[in-house]
């Protein structure tokens, strides 16, 4: 074989690995990025539908002097009654405030919240 030869096809299956070499890397680059898009995109997308369809109940525990207990009501009672703000909770750290005539509730996930009221002396 003449040397030139040689060198010609050995410099051509040089490139040839090389740019393989580099297209499998390429590839592998652009996958990662596409899963880890992908992934990211779909937690966005669930993150936002969990926020829209949050599940807040609301319970209104009534103080009952008869059976001396708390009983849940469908509504807020509206006159003759105190709102008690240190025994109102929400389980899961929902901020719950008292205005006027209705209750407020923020929160960012689903979350049950128990309003206290007794009657005024």
Same mark, same amino acid.
């Given at each position: 074989m003449k040397k030139n030869?040689?060198?010609?096809?050995?410099?051509?299956?040089?490139?040839?690995?090389?740019?393989?070499?580099?297209?499998? /890397?390429?590839?592998?680059?652009?996958?990662?990025?596409?899963?880890?898009?992908?992934?990211?995109?779909?937690?966005?997308?669930?993150?936002?539908?969990?926020?829209?369809?949050?599940?807040?109940?609301?319970? /209104?525990?009534?103080?009952?002097?008869?059976?001396?207990?708390?009983?849940?009501?469908?509504n807020m009672p509206?006159?003759?009654?105190?709102?008690?703000?240190?025994?109102?909770?929400? *389980?899961?750290?929902?901020?719950?405030?008292? *205005?006027?005539?209705?209750?407020?509730? *923020?929160?960012? *996930?689903?979350?049950?919240?128990?309003?206290? /009221?007794?009657?005024?002396?």
């Amino acid at each position: 074989m003449k040397k030139n030869g040689f060198i010609s096809t050995t410099l051509i299956y040089t490139f040839f690995v090389i740019f393989l070499a580099l297209m499998i /890397f390429l590839v592998n680059s652009y996958s990662k990025n596409r899963f880890m898009l992908n992934e990211y995109k779909d937690k966005i997308k669930n993150d936002f539908a969990e926020n829209n369809n949050l599940d807040i109940n609301l319970y /209104f525990m009534v103080y009952n002097e008869k059976t001396k207990e708390y009983e849940v009501e469908y509504n807020m009672p509206k006159e003759g009654y105190i709102y008690k703000d240190e025994y109102s909770y929400c *389980k899961n750290g929902s901020v719950m405030v008292k *205005k006027e005539d209705r209750i407020e509730v *923020k929160a960012n *996930k689903k979350d049950s919240c128990y309003a206290y /009221f007794e009657k005024e002396l």
